[in-house]
């Protein structure tokens, strides 16, 4: 079945940047997103690739998709104590269906 | 604009009781989907609407879960005889043509 994985904890100091990976086992997968959950909150859409492109950047984020590892990942650069939050990998084949989530990175920030 | 809204934020019930979770989408969304996230744990999908009906219950975990939404805008997720495995954050999310899902800020429900 459709299945996504990511390591569940990372350490980055203020100012470096951090990169989250995650991997994906279902190849007609489309759309891949990045989402971010701060304590307490909802889900905020970050960004989102097309299964087609190789790169996006926007400001300080960057996603990276290898199709044929099936391999993302998302690069924060000039990580601020505000990036402080558990980021979650996940995919869909097409926007009718239903997303399918990792277990999400918690992101921690050191001085 | 609005976003999605849920209600009660909090819900507190005891074991074997009936619960019922509100779901307001996006004003014009026709696809509402709901997912439970456990603690430690990302979304998992219940079910999604296309207008009144379920296009997909696939994950409703058993016949205690039933969602409506009789009208295509707001939905109803119901529980009925509350376990405390049932303990989690309902999410809801709304998605117009052409456009990613939203979600809402969710409910979460203690099952004591």
């Known amino acids: 079945g459709e299945d996504v994985e990511q390591s569940l904890f990372l350490s980055v100091r203020e100012g470096d940047s951090s990169v989250i990976n995650c991997t994906y086992t279902?190849?007609?997968?489309?759309?891949l997103y990045w989402y971010k959950q701060e304590p307490g909150a909802g889900l905020q859409l970050l960004t989102y690739i097309f299964s087609n492109m190789d790169m996006k950047q926007d400001q300080r984020l960057t996603v990276l998709l290898n199709k044929k590892d099936k391999h993302l990942s998302l690069r924060i650069a000039d990580t601020q104590t505000g990036d402080s939050a558990i980021y979650f990998c996940?995919?869909?084949?097409?926007?009718?269906?239903?997303?399918?989530f990792g277990k999400g990175t918690r992101l921690h920030i050191l001085p | 604009g609005a976003g999605v809204s849920q209600t009660p934020s909090n819900k507190v019930t005891e074991k074997g009781k009936y619960v019922e979770l509100r779901c307001d989408p996006i004003?014009?969304?026709?696809?509402l989907y709901w997912y439970r996230q456990s603690l430690g744990q990302g979304p998992e999908f219940l079910i999604y609407?296309?207008?009144?009906?379920?296009?997909?219950d696939s994950g409703l975990p058993n016949d205690r879960f039933f969602a409506v939404r009789p009208e295509g805008s707001v939905s109803t997720l119901k529980i009925q005889r509350t376990e405390r495995g049932d303990s989690a954050v309902y999410l809801c999310a709304s998605r117009g043509a052409g456009e990613t899902q939203y979600f809402g800020p969710g409910t979460r429900l203690l099952v004591l």
């Open positions: 279902d190849s007609s997968s489309t759309y």
């Open positions: 996940a995919e869909t084949p097409n926007r009718d269906d239903k997303i399918i």
């Open positions: 609407f296309q207008g009144t009906g379920a296009a997909d």
């Open positions: 004003s014009g969304h026709t696809a």
